[in-house]
């Protein structure tokens, strides 16, 4: 049976498990060592020792492994675990009120909503430190999972990282589910079970000498009728037995400060070291190794595409989720709706199932669906008033409006108590600072609003309010994600808002003339890429100029990548952020490279009347004419003219065409081609969109019709 612990370390686990029982219980003076006719014999040390091993093999079979998520086969804890980091309870909700709550994320520039201002701490080195330790932390943010881990730990002994020698008891707290609650019961049956001689005592001889370490797992899961008597109970168990190591787990909603003794830590989301090395450890067999598929699942994580993905990736249920959905295709679905949609689906369902939570009597008639429609209402209007942030008041009144104004919800709910249960149970909404709620993560906001739209079907409202808004950009990439029945609807409404740029006065003066000329530049030339492909190329070179204009540079790479990659012509970016790059090298490297570019673009043939051999001709002069590297800023720049003006008029670029003032740049890239760029983003994000449809796009955009 594959288990959490190799047959060495079980062994050496068992050895050190009967050395404390032998050790703390069966001791001289020890009053129940009589009842054996021989004492503690060599036969008696075997008893213990093949007990200590059954238990050894017991905790590792049920604790020492990983199967979630209708994962086929089983994971060792070890080999995957990535140590998790803690940060001091006192120190998250330290937020006065909304406005500053925004204001932190907003300035952060970071899709994580928590603040960690605090010191985070190794788990292991907390767990080493605290005698009493409340480990609080979101719905699957691996509470469960460190437990079991430290209990792995305490089991290695010596080769272990936890530094105390304590046998680890592992009690699921749901299984409390009837009033006679006896921890002691519990623990003396997961040592009788292993055939340990006399188990009851030899479990008072530990607990009495504190050699237990008792994780208490899931407090939130325990039935609400039984929670206050559970607590009470675990309050006096460990005050009578207080030499002993505690670790708690709980749902941070949950969790109202019930024992005194222990310390509350709070699981922080990984970081993306803890990503990385957790990525590494899900995929290390020796065909993962030979194809890199850690190294080339990190790295797909690290795409703009995809940042919606690693922003889930931070709670470590919802990692293993996406490493199995990675391990499948060795690719994350181009359609991110389809990978939000099971997240959501996770948290709102499948891992209560499969935890076997049961839900409480406050979800009578509350079922899936209708919460996930009251959870994208949520969405939409917060989303709709940029708001990250909202008050608990005000989720409670539009819980309230949303039952009344559906027939067939259930009207006899308390809506406090349906936004308890869906913070508890699920962890979708999260209380960030005192009555201040969020979702778990922007991503789900944003799918859930995307949802809404749909549903609402608010499409051209969508694009007529927030099309050039970058903060709904997620939001209309899922919208098109979502549109089964296709979305040309949605494409074409952007369209139309390229056309409306082009009749404003920037547009007519400044945006019409560049894209006359770069469809006369290009249209009918011999290369084979896209028409589309060649106009996008051709406004690329238009702004490079000028040179020390630092936007022009950013502005370049922006476009050629969003237009020729999207064409498959990923080569053509790297000499186009070499032409964007020439002003920051010596005067003679600058022309080589522009020679190097005059030859490339004179074999793609990407431009008519171009007279290549004319302009490599007057390159080559200009190298006979450099002037010295040390001289003048001022003498090098207008040398550097020089070049402009040969390799400008080579593509009949007037000063008119090309002399745009900064503003007006970064207000034609913030709109039209913004939107164009949006255009390309939906299309390849939704799953049905008819051919002629597209064509008919492709064909207009970037062009004057």
Known sequence: MLTGLEPIIIDTAAKSMTGVVIKTAWTQGS???????????????????????????????????????????PVNLDDIYTMVRFLPKDEIINFADISSLEENYRSSNKRKYRSEKGDTKSGITVANEQQYLMVIGEPGAGKSTFLRKMGLEALKSRKGSYKHSCIPVFIELKKFTEEDINIKKMIIDEFDICKFPEAEESVEKLLDKGKLLILLDGLDEVPTKNLDRVINKIQDFVDKHDKNRFIISCRTAAYNNWFRRFTDVLMAEFNDQQIEQFINNWFKTELDR?????????????????????????????????????????????????LYRKALNILLEEWASEKRI?????????????????????????????????????????IKKFLSGNLNAPQHLNCKAVLNAIEVQQGILVERATDIYSFSHLTLQEYLTAQYILDHNLISKLVSNHITETRWKEVFILVAGLMRGGADQLLLLMENETRKFLQTPLGMEKLVPLLEWGERMTNGSAGEM?????????????????????????????????YINAYENAYANAYFCAYADTYTDTIAEAINKFIKLANILKKDKIFNEINYSQLLSQ???????????????????????????????????????????????????????????????????AVNVSPQTWEGIEDRMLRVI
Not at 46 to 67: D, P
Not at 312 to 329: E, G, M, R, S, V
Not at 536 to 560: G, V
Request: proline share 3%; aromatic share 12%.
């Open 358 to 398: 049961k839900r409480d009597p406050i979800y009578e008639g509350l079922h899936t669906e209708l919460e996930e429609i009251l959870l994208a209402d949520i969405a939409y209007n917060n989303f709709q008033e940029d708001k990250l942030f909202f008050y608990e008041q005000d989720i409670i009144e539009q």
């Open 530 to 562: 896209k028409p589309l492909a060649k106009r996008a190329i051709a406004y690329a070179y238009a702004n490079a100029y000028p040179y020390d204009n630092a936007y022009a540079k950013a502005y370049i790479k922006s476009y050629t990548k969003t």
């Open 31 to 73: 009053n129940f060592l009589s009842r054996f006719a021989k004492g503690l014999n060599e036969n008696t040390r075997k008893l213990i020792y093949n007990a200590a091993q059954e238990y050894v093999k017991n905790y590792s079979n049920r604790n020492g492994i990983l199967k979630v998520l209708g994962m086929r086969e």
């Open 619 to 685: 390159l080559e002069v200009l190298k006979t004419q450099i002037p010295d590297d040390e001289l003048s800023r001022e003498v090098r720049i207008n040398f550097l003219k020089n070049i402009d003006q040969i390799w400008n008029n080579a593509f009949h670029l007037t000063p008119e065409l090309i002399n745009l003032r900064e503003e007006a740049l970064e207000e034609i890239d913030d709109h039209y081609f913004y939107i164009n760029w949006l255009m390309l983003q939906c299309k390849d994000a």
């Open 290 to 338: 030979e194809t890199n598929t850690a190294e080339n699942c990190w790295n797909l994580l690290q795409k703009d595409e995809y940042k919606g993905a690693k922003e889930l990736a931070q709670t470590p249920l919802l990692l293993t989720f996406l490493c199995l959905t990675y391990d499948k295709t060795q690719s994350f679905p181009n359609n991110r709706s389809v």
